[in-house]
């Protein structure tokens, strides 16, 4: 293990459950190790399912200079730039048809844009119940003007069932070119969510946009992650960590596992094998 630590270029946190505490905080350890890991010419970046606005402290906190991955691997910028690298905009006909089967089986839905998530009156109630941590939500009186530019639909119910046949009707063979994740809610048991962007679109797709955009190979890269999101990064070459916290199937494509949680900084755990194998 030491001598594939030795060629990490590139880490990627995921950000909640995973580099942030319960709370929202980083490690104090974390951030010492990667100020030590940055003047040894390691980079540092994100892949998180929040809007690039929501990571933008947490970048300016770690003093990340890398572009960021956010909503998913539908879109990476750099920070503090702005300057867009890619973006996966959803065709409208699909984001329609999404939006047609949310109303046929009442589920709730909200857009996900570049830097804010939109929703209807009849979706307000969506602010309390997506995993968007940070975002910056906002009401409007309808979708018409919105959607040529939807980056994801969330859709999200406590009846599995409908979440279930929902997705169905939006993969093969009743529609095409769209990528759906269906989970559990990670901040409210007994809710449901299907995510649905554009056929591709996904945090391992991040992961090689922007490994391709820095010239760095995915095998030259390590990625931290707890959740079912997390898993198509944990599907490549990339080193896997999981965190002590992560759900059976993250530990399961891992190649190591934290014996502490996020709650224990448990990012930093394997920071510091990082660090130790680069020095050594």
């Known amino acids: ?29 974390t951030i010492d190790l990667v100020k030590k890991l940055d003047g040894l ?13 929501a990571l933008t402290d947490y970048a300016a906190e770690l003093k990340i200079h890398t572009p960021l991955i956010s909503l998913d691997g539908c879109l990476i910028k750099s920070y503090p730039e702005g300057k867009l690298i890619y973006e996966s905009v959803m065709p409208v006909k699909h984001v329609q048809k999404a939006i ?35 975002a910056k939500y906002e009401e409007v009186n309808s979708n ?41 809610s990670y901040q409210n048991p007994g809710m449901y969510l299907l995510e649905v962007r554009k056929k591709g679109s996904s945090k391992a797709t991040g992961l090689k946009k922007l490994a391709s955009y820095l010239k760095i190979g995915i095998s030259e890269t390590a990625v931290l992650g707890d959740w079912y999101n997390d898993k198509s990064l944990f599907e490549t070459s990339a080193f896997k960590v999981a965190v002590a916290n992560a759900v059976p199937e993250i530990k399961f494509l891992s190649n190591y596992v934290t014996k502490r949680g996020n709650d224990e900084d448990g990012v930093a755990e394997f920071l510091e094998l990082l660090y130790k194998a680069k020095i050594d």
């Not at 010419?41 to 606005?53: D, K, P």
């Not at 040529?148 to 859709?155: A, R, S």
């Not at 009707?169 to 989970?183: C, D, N």
């Open 41 to 53: 010419g390691v980079q540092f970046s994100f892949a998180s399912g929040r809007l690039h606005s």
């Open 1 to 29: 293990m030491k001598e594939r630590l030795k060629k990490i270029k590139l880490v990627l946190f995921d950000l909640d459950g995973t580099l942030l505490d319960d709370k929202g905080a980083i490690g104090r350890d």
């Open 100 to 134: 047609g089967l949310a109303d046929r089986f009442l589920v709730k839905y909200a857009l996900c844009h570049a830097d804010a998530i939109y929703f209807t009156e009849h979706n307000s109630i969506i602010a309390d119940l997506i995993d968007k941590f940070g």
């Open 144 to 184: 018409t003007t919105l959607l040529d530019k939807t980056l994801e639909i969330v859709l999200v119910s406590d009846y599995k069932e409908y979440i279930k046949e929902i997705e169905k009707h939006l993969t093969f063979p009743y529609a095409f070119g769209l990528t759906t994740t269906y989970s559990k």
